[in-house]
């Protein structure tokens, strides 16, 4: 009998439902109270402290679509998920995929919420990190992997699997199909995806697909579970804001009206291909007023190349919000390790100021300043113009901020949070790279200032 149907029985409540409503509203004394082996019994018995949307849901499915905001205890379902499943026998062979290799490790199975953390002494997996596996007592394994690299979903075969993140995973539809070919073990194989929803296309199709089943949640929903302050905080900052919708109250957010990039140009972009060699390399920089410790805006620090198949090619995101002398290395610290040839910089915010932080960190590296004269639209425009024309490949990690804010750009203007510091370093960098100008042309409304 398990300790849960022992509390039931003792305490004349008539139901399961009803139990687990009063053992979560009475946890410190219930634990207390109880001896030590009932009360660790319990500790790991996620039907006690779960709330219902956190429990599977039944019927016959195939995909189950946590989309949930921030703090929902998304990654704490999807481990609890896969933990049910293999103690109940019906996974054995299980994938583990996040976006990157790091993620995998740090969140999925070593996080607070993760796989090791959840599990209770008496079923806890071993876990292999050079084997990216994880052997539980009954013989189960699973095996990381990760979005970046969706071949090595290529051969394996799964009963089970747990992808986190799907939403922001670079090669999604890629990685995804890989996972779908090998997830064919076991008379009813499925998997739980866990993320915050943005208007991929594969999400969108996981929605309207017949064997999804879907969860939706916000953030206020496990309010019990995180700091009062915490929540005050986020509350003030992104309430009612786009991205407070989309990372708060997990809304599946359109396509802005008026963008200069949609989705659509942006998943056309970013595409998993073999670097050429590259005829250029530049680091486009959009410096602020920030000291690293105010509520300025970052400093938008964008690496780009030019292949010598004549495309351009988004290497890196590294936006950051340091001080002066920090982003000054950080920007020279970009330009060594993409083996740059210029850093190209706005000089409106403090031009002499602006060129001597980065040559401070570098006395030796080529800066082209540039001036600012027209608007971050106008600039923008026909960098939006390159994308559409099919001319530019996002290769780099991390740039789903860059992605997100390029698609918050309109031609009134920028409609996200803050300043588009990413979206003007990138601005900088390509039009060094791809668009033709004179150094100063008349009534242009763009110069170009060499040093």
């Known amino acids: 009998m398990s300790i849960l149907t022992s509390l039931r029985t003792s305490l004349g409540v008539p139901s399961t439902a009803s139990l687990l409503g009063w053992v979560s509203r009475h946890r410190p004394e219930i634990l207390r109270d109880l001896p030590d082996s009932d009360a660790e019994e319990l500790e790991f018995d996620w039907r006690a402290w779960s709330r219902p949307d956190q429990l599977a849901p039944p019927g016959d499915w195939g995909t189950w679509l946590i989309s949930a905001g921030r703090g929902w205890g998304k990654t704490r379902t999807g481990a609890e998920w896969i933990r049910g499943e293999v103690e109940a026998g019906r996974a054995g062979r299980i994938a583990l ?259 001597s932080v980065i040559r401070t960190a570098d006395p030796k590296v080529p800066v082209t300043m540039v001036n600012a004269s027209r608007g971050k639209v106008l600039r923008a425009e026909p960098i939006a113009a390159l994308y559409e024309q099919g001319r530019v490949t996002h290769c780099g990690e991390g740039l789903a901020p860059l992605e997100d804010q390029m698609c918050a750009i309109t031609h009134d203007g920028f409609v996200g949070e803050g300043s588009p510091d990413r979206v003007d370093a990138l601005v900088w960098a390509l039009t060094e790279l791809m668009v033709e100008r004179q150094s100063s042309p008349p009534g242009s409304g763009l110069q170009v200032v060499r040093r």
């Open 97 to 355: 995929v996040a976006e990157t290799a790091a993620d995998a490790r740090d969140v999925m199975v070593e996080g607070e919420s993760g796989l090791l953390a959840i599990s209770p002494p008496w079923s806890r997996p071993e876990y292999e990190p050079s084997k990216r596996r994880l052997t539980w007592p009954n013989g189960a394994t699973a095996t990381l992997f990760n979005a970046v690299e969706p071949d090595q979903l290529r051969g394996p075969q799964f009963d089970c699997a747990w992808c986190d993140e799907l939403a922001k995973w670079r090669y999604a539809q890629e990685a995804w199909d890989q996972l779908q070919f090998g997830l064919r073990l076991g008379a009813h194989p499925r998997q739980v995806v866990t993320t915050t929803p943005r208007p991929i296309p594969l999400v969108r199709a996981l929605l309207t697909d017949a064997r999804t089943v879907v969860t939706r949640g916000r953030t206020l929903d496990n309010a019990d579970n995180l700091a009062a302050s915490f929540l005050a905080a986020i509350q003030e900052r992104y309430g009612g804001t786009r991205l407070g919708r989309q990372e708060l109250e997990a809304e599946l957010l359109d396509d802005v009206p008026g963008a200069l990039w949609t989705r659509a140009m942006i998943d056309t972009a970013r595409t998993r291909c073999d670097l050429p060699d590259m005829q250029r390399v530049v680091v486009g920089v959009d410096p602020s007023g920030t000291t690293g410790e105010d509520k300025g805006d970052g400093i938008g620090i964008v690496i780009a190349g030019k292949g010598v198949d004549g495309r351009a090619y988004v290497l890196g995101d590294w936006t950051c919000k340091l001080s002066p002398a920090g982003w000054g290395r950080r920007t020279v610290e970009a330009f060594g390790t993409f083996k740059g040839d210029r850093i190209v910089a706005e000089k409106n915010f403090g031009g002499a100021m602006v060129q």
